[in-house]
């Protein structure tokens, strides 16, 4: 089945989108179980790691797994949100310098079998979800840290 891949151009250097993207604070609160209460995406910076919903009254939601993280450059998880199927997906985020500076987001949403196929309609707005990465990645300027666990 194919995979849903989407480029994202960005202004900001690849160290730094790469760490707005793990810091998880641009996820849309609407792609989540509680909009209303949702602060942020966790992405724990290690192989193994999970990926997690946090909200602000201290609830999370396991949403996946970390299978790459190399820092400044690529992750790569296993994505369970929204799979009503139970059988999670993949994401892969590899963020490129480019020559004239900036970086392309390149994205991929992966892992698609017989078994999940029925989920994938959900994800077709990922361009969409990705634009609000975009403009977070341009106005936080502050420097790349680890994301919180």
């Known amino acids: 089945m194919e995979d849903i891949e989407v480029t994202v151009p960005l202004s900001a250097d690849a160290a730094h989108a790469f760490s707005v993207y793990v810091a998880g604070s641009w996820w849309p609160s609407i792609w989540s179980t509680d909009p209303e209460h949702l602060d942020r995406l966790v992405v724990q910076p290690r192989v193994g ?3 997690l919903a946090r909200y ?15 820092p400044g ?29 900036g970086c392309d987001l390149v994205f991929r949403h992966t892992g698609w079998t017989e078994e999940n196929e029925q989920d994938r309609n959900q994800f077709m707005n990922w361009t969409e979800q990705l634009d609000e990465f975009a403009e977070t990645s341009e106005f936080d300027l502050r420097p790349p840290q680890t994301p919180p666990e």
């Open 73 to 101: 450059r690529r992750l790569e998880h296993t994505f369970s949100y929204a799979h009503t199927s139970g059988v999670p997906s993949r994401v892969v985020a590899e963020f490129v310098d480019r020559s004239e500076g």
């Open 49 to 51: 790691g999970r990926v």
């Open 56 to 70: 602000d009254d201290g609830r999370e939601e396991d949403w996946g797994e970390v299978l790459d993280y190399q």
